[in-house]
């Protein structure tokens, strides 16, 4: 088991934040593929819990004592895709078939498509109640193995969710922690403004869980609060204020990259801006 | 039946620590014993389903066979993409046993009814559907669900049904127990219909024929070895259950009848009507209002059996043809 214990290089983390984006980017122009908004919002979230706190081996994926992260935001997979394949899990050559037919890497994720993805998401509201069980059976059979559910904003409507939220202290101590992707967008509008979201930490909390919020870009930050929520006996959320979008000036907090590719020319515009040479 | 399967559970819990058990806030000291066998494998849920069957989902992934349990309409139709997506897309080892099934708890309304469970999980890919029939059957169906390595779905009753098995009946999936060997008719019985089932052969005994009744503890996969042969030893081949005749185990039948390029035997089913129940009254009186009651069965069966002519044979048709005759 590899445990990096946050002894990381933030100046590497930075990096490698920048070049999934990179990698995000060129999968949905390639592809042609919607929601790069909401992959490129999770993508540092996956950089400080991928490199900063999961014990795994990618040479293990079904290593029965592994920690489990679940996006629950299947629709970002690109960001999980590019993630696992910059981890070790597989090739990173693979990414080039994103969405290919009858390749392993479909546009939301089906069941074990490709080591290290450890649940088919796409509808929301399920990697939670999922992860929970997950945590369960750790708790049952006397594992330390931790579960980790990305979720977004928007499918914190769910009422799923909410029913796995209050299950959780009940019956587990630690061992389970939420992030939630806060971009603050939904499909066809501000979260906020469809359903009242608002104030998202506090109704964690109100659930009994402890939970804190932090700048969903910031891997200094992110480390901080994973490293807390690690020690942390009570089921623990971690909100996350993103923007949908980050690391491109022109996708930033705008919604229509929910929905469209980008043009060669743009992909060129953001490696410059990314700094990708 | 839920008696038998309690007991049933807590036996199998004992000798396999995989089990875990969890439930929607019903039961009441129904559980009492398993508490205290596998105290850390019992989860009362609460009232929140989409939870239940998700958790359950995320244990099996992590070796251990659960078994999720509330009222029928609850733990099915309620959760139903929590079953599809988490349970049968993922191949989960879950069982999912819906107790009250059909209109056993036909008092508490149609909110309570459940004649649409066999049809919308058995189109779920990977599925296993069981109907046991009484006690014995639960308890044989319990323990082959637990051998499955797949999802699982079983309805059975309430309490009190009559126990027709004089033991625990050994059988497998996909295939049916005849009850009793006949000709000419035969009554396919799904789940607790078995003793009106029964009760309509004696019946029907009494005006001369000798129909063949057969049990169906699995709806899905179809005992298709057993319907072939039945279908063309008969001409009339009956289907009874507690549930609408559209989609459960009498249209699951009649889709498979209308694969057949030489399909025999006429099939006339008996289940619940395309319509909620909207008046008060307990289960028997609920099937009296569906027909389903020996009666019933009987004098409908008797009226085709007297119309038809003695050897019939129907003429070969292609299946889309019979579909369409059919209506």
Redesign the interface.
């Known amino acids: 088991m590899i445990n990096h214990d946050f002894r990381v290089d933030l100046g590497q983390l930075d990096r490698l934040s920048r070049k999934l984006r990179y990698n995000i980017i060129k999968m949905s122009h390639r592809a042609e593929t919607a929601h790069l908004g909401g992959a490129l919002s999770v993508v540092d979230i996956l950089v400080a819990v991928y490199w900063g706190c999961l014990r795994i081996d990618p040479a293990k994926p079904q290593d029965?004592d592994r920690d489990r992260l679940i996006l629950s935001k299947g629709h970002a997979v690109s960001a999980l895709y590019a993630t696992l394949a910059e981890r070790g899990f597989f090739p990173c050559a693979e990414l080039e078939h994103y969405n290919e037919e009858r390749r392993h890497l479909p546009e939301q994720p089906?069941?074990g498509c490709i080591p290290g993805v450890e649940?088919?998401t796409g509808?929301l509201?399920?990697g939670?109640?999922?992860?929970?069980?997950?945590?369960?059976?750790?708790k049952?059979?006397g594992k330390s193995y931790r579960v980790f559910v990305v979720m977004s904003d928007g499918e914190c409507q769910e009422?799923?969710v909410w029913?796995?939220a209050?299950?959780a202290p009940q019956?587990l101590g630690g061992g389970l922690v939420v992030i939630v992707d806060y971009n603050r967008w939904q499909a066809t509008g501000r979260s906020n403004q469809i359903m009242g979201l608002s104030p998202l930490a506090a109704k964690w909390t109100a659930f009994g869980w402890d939970s804190v919020e932090v700048d969903g870009h910031n891997l200094q930050a992110l480390s901080e609060a994973l490293a807390q929520a690690c020690r942390s006996s009570k089921p623990f959320a971690i909100i996350a204020h993103t923007i949908k979008g980050r690391g491109v000036s022109f996708m930033e907090d705008d919604n229509n990259w929910h929905y469209r590719s980008p043009s060669a020319d743009e992909v060129r515009a953001a490696a410059s801006e990314l700094g990708i040479s | 039946m839920r008696n038998a399967f309690a007991q049933e559970i807590t036996a199998l819990a004992e000798a396999d620590p995989r089990l875990?058990l969890l439930m929607g806030d019903i039961g009441n000291r129904l559980f009492d014993r398993f508490k205290v066998v596998a105290s850390?494998?019992f989860?009362n849920?609460?009232v929140?389903e989409?939870?239940?069957?998700?958790?359950?989902?995320?244990?099996?992934?992590?070796?251990?066979r659960?078994i999720c349990y509330t009222i029928t309409p609850f733990v099915t139709t309620r959760c139903l993409?929590?079953i599809r997506?988490?349970v049968c897309?993922?191949?989960m080892p879950v069982t999912i046993v819906g107790t009250g099934a059909g209109l056993s708890y036909a008092s508490l309304g149609a909110t309570h009814h459940s004649c649409e469970d066999l049809a919308m999980l058995r189109v779920l890919p990977e599925m296993t559907v069981l109907a046991p029939a009484d006690s014995m059957e639960v308890r044989a169906c319990l323990r082959l669900a637990l051998r499955q390595g797949g999802p699982v779905y079983m309805r059975i009753g309430k309490k009190g049904e009559p126990v027709i098995h004089a033991e625990v009946p050994e059988i497998e999936v996909g295939k049916c127990i005849v009850m009793r060997p006949g000709e000419r008719i035969a009554l396919l019985s799904a789940g607790n219909m078995l003793p009106t089932a029964l009760a309509v052969a004696e019946s029907l005994g009494s005006s001369g024929f000798r129909p063949e009744v057969a049990s169906f503890p699995t709806i899905k996969p179809l005992d298709t070895s057993y319907l072939s042969d039945v279908f063309r030893r008969c001409s009339i081949v009956a289907t009874i259950e507690e549930h609408s005749v559209l989609g459960g185990f009498g249209g699951s039948i009649a889709e498979w009848r209308c694969d057949q390029t030489n399909p025999g035997a006429r099939l006339v089913r008996f289940g619940t009507g395309d319509e909620f129940l909207h008046v008060a009254g307990e289960q028997e009186f609920a099937r009296s209002h569906f027909g389903l009651t020996t009666g019933i069965i009987a004098q409908e069966l008797l009226r085709h059996l007297e119309g038809e002519r003695p050897a019939l044979k129907p003429e070969p048709v292609s299946a889309l043809a019979h579909f369409s005759e059919q209506g």
């Open positions: 029965q089906s069941p649940w088919a509808s509201g399920h939670l109640p999922v992860g929970l069980g997950m945590a369960l059976a750790a049952i059979s009422g799923s029913e796995a209050m299950f019956h | 875990v850390n494998r989860f849920c609460g929140a989409q939870n239940m069957i998700g958790m359950a989902a995320g244990l099996a992934s992590c070796g251990f659960p993409e929590q997506v988490d897309y993922h191949r």
